[in-house]
């Protein structure tokens, strides 16, 4: 092969600057437990720290044959066009994931492939870059990056690291996500969200904050309040976590607000330490309702009654964001049967049968944060 003709070696520069920000896009997964989310930040990332036009990912349906998209940033947020679902071998990202090779190009509008070059031409896309997700032999899925500007084998080295973090955080997300709907099909509560929802349909209702499990006092009454709500009309409804307690909001119609109605609840709030505001709205067309309570003692599970050690509840936030044995021996500087001891203590009295379970179960009772992980990766890095 002639001098001029050898392909350039890749910049390692280059290559440690793109990994760089390669690794703020991981770090940006810390604790994520929806498979949904890994997605969509993971997408976000690249167009926020290389500047893509936009990125996809498609992960694999059940039937090992079709790929659905589920998260898409940049110039298009939507997952419901035309390449929603895209079969195993059908257009480029369906080759990329039957024949589990990356591919970079930077002529989009001369590919042979793609499916509209006029779009290519119009929007001014010239570089496409894919990656399987791959676990093993097993495909998971395909991300995609699309650009206007050249893209270099640099970037294809460092999606490479990318893909491989995805696909550890993403397979946690998928399992945690499997043992959640088994659980719930074995008739696990429902959460309170979803009763309140449920009671006020079709009225407007929201949850702000992240959802703890409460007493069974504490939940009583905010049922009982809502059930009050559903039969006075209720419009709008919002359930708030706070820090010290939680609240609920309410708009009932002017028509049909009776003050009265909430007579009956307003002695047990009291005993709970709750409060109950009830005000007209500026234009007097609406009558605002605010419900608020402290978070009890008791809004620990009932049927728990041993509470997890310091070093538990540092080990199980550690699980959830991701980390293994031996680096979560290695950051609390102890050793790896340490950490089991710890961790088969935790199982024990979450009554949890795996490590997913106990993660999920101690994030549902508001146990776990994701901050040692950041701490973790900084000083690691």
């Known amino acids: 092969m002639a001098p001029d003709a050898t392909p350039a070696l890749l910049d390692p520069m280059r290559l440690l600057f793109d990994i760089q920000r390669v690794n703020g896009i991981i770090q940006n997964l810390s604790g994520c437990l929806e498979a949904q989310t890994v997605a969509h930040r993971t997408a976000a990332g690249l167009v926020e720290q290389f500047g893509c036009a936009f990125a996809r990912i498609w992960l694999m349906e059940a039937d090992a044959v079709t790929l659905r998209l589920i998260a898409s940033a940049g110039m298009y947020t939507r997952t419901d066009g035309s390449f929603a679902r895209v079969a195993m071998g059908a257009y480029k990202i369906g080759k990329i994931a039957q ?10 509008s001369e590919e042979s492939w793609v499916r509209d070059r006029e779009w290519a031409i119009q929007t001014g896309i010239r570089g496409f870059a894919g990656y399987p997700l791959m676990n093993g032999e097993r495909v998971l899925g395909v991300l995609a990056a699309f650009h206007r500007q050249p893209m270099t084998p640099e970037f294809l080295e460092a999606l490479q690291w990318l893909c491989t973090s995805v696909v550890v955080v993403m397979e946690n997300a998928l399992l ?39 007493s069974a006092s504490t939940s009583s009454i905010l049922l009982k309040t809502t059930r009050t709500l559903t039969d006075l009309g209720c419009t709008y409804g919002r359930l708030t976590y706070l820090a010290e307690g939680v609240s609920l909001e309410a ?64 080990i199980l936030t550690l ?8 680096e979560i021996a290695d950051h609390l500087h102890i050793s790896e049967r340490t950490v089991k001891f710890h961790t088969n203590n935790a199982l024990n009295k979450l009554k949890a049968r795996t490590r997913t379970q106990a993660v999920y179960r101690a994030t549902l009772y508001g146990w776990v944060t994701t901050e040692p992980l950041r701490d973790y990766r900084n000083g690691h890095d």
């Open 251 to 314: 708009v009932i119609p002017q028509t049909q607000a009776r003050r009265d109605a909430f007579d009956p609840l307003t002695q047990e709030l009291l005993r709970l330490g709750g409060t109950l505001q009830m005000q007209q709205s500026g234009d007097g067309e609406a009558l605002q309702v605010l419900v608020q309570l402290p978070y009890r003692h008791s809004d620990l599970p009932e049927e728990h009654p041993n509470l997890l050690s310091v070093r538990e509840l540092e």
């Open 176 to 214: 945690f996500e499997q043992n959640r709907s088994s659980w719930h099909a074995q008739n696990m509560p429902v959460s309170l969200s979803e009763q309140l929802a449920q009671l006020l349909a079709p009225a407007r209702f929201m949850l702000v904050g992240t959802e703890r499990l409460l």
């Open 99 to 108: 024949n589990r090779i990356p591919f970079l190009s930077n002529n989009l």
């Open 319 to 326: 699980l959830a964001a991701g980390l293994r044995d031996r």
